[in-house]
């Protein structure tokens, strides 16, 4: 069995910055990527960023220059460095990992960015 444990999230002014942690833990085996995902209420839950474990990252184009995915390989942990922050990136962020042998999900942590 796999956990992630998020945490980070909270409520920013419009322009300013949050960090988001996701320590994977349990029956991990080789991962393939970690990241991020966000919902947004009425909307379909999307891309953010991933990373592999040597380092190829990807973001969707809202937030490239803006967000900064990072990763400990040692840790089972991925981090997303969020700055600029606007309106539209209020959302839940949800951490997830792929491995050889699954496609697992975190229980989500509320982004709200206030204008």
């Known amino acids: 069995q796999v956990q992630l444990v998020e945490s980070g999230g909270g409520l920013v002014q419009t322009g300013g910055s949050l960090r988001l942690s996701c320590a994977a833990s349990?029956?991990?085996?080789?991962?393939?990527?970690m990241g991020w995902h966000r919902q947004a209420p009425g909307r379909q839950r999307g891309l953010v960023a991933t990373?592999?474990?040597?380092?190829?990252?990807n973001y969707a184009d809202s937030v490239k220059g803006r967000f900064t995915i990072s990763g400990d390989n040692e840790k089972n942990t991925v981090y997303l460095q969020m700055n600029s922050l606007k309106a539209e990136d209020t959302a839940v962020y949800y951490c997830?990992?792929?491995?050889?042998?699954?496609?697992?999900w975190g229980q989500g942590t509320q982004v709200t960015v206030s204008s």
């Open positions: 997830n990992v792929v491995t050889t042998m699954g496609y697992y």
């Open positions: 349990g029956t991990l085996f080789s991962i393939i990527y």
């Open positions: 990373i592999t474990t040597d380092g190829t990252t």
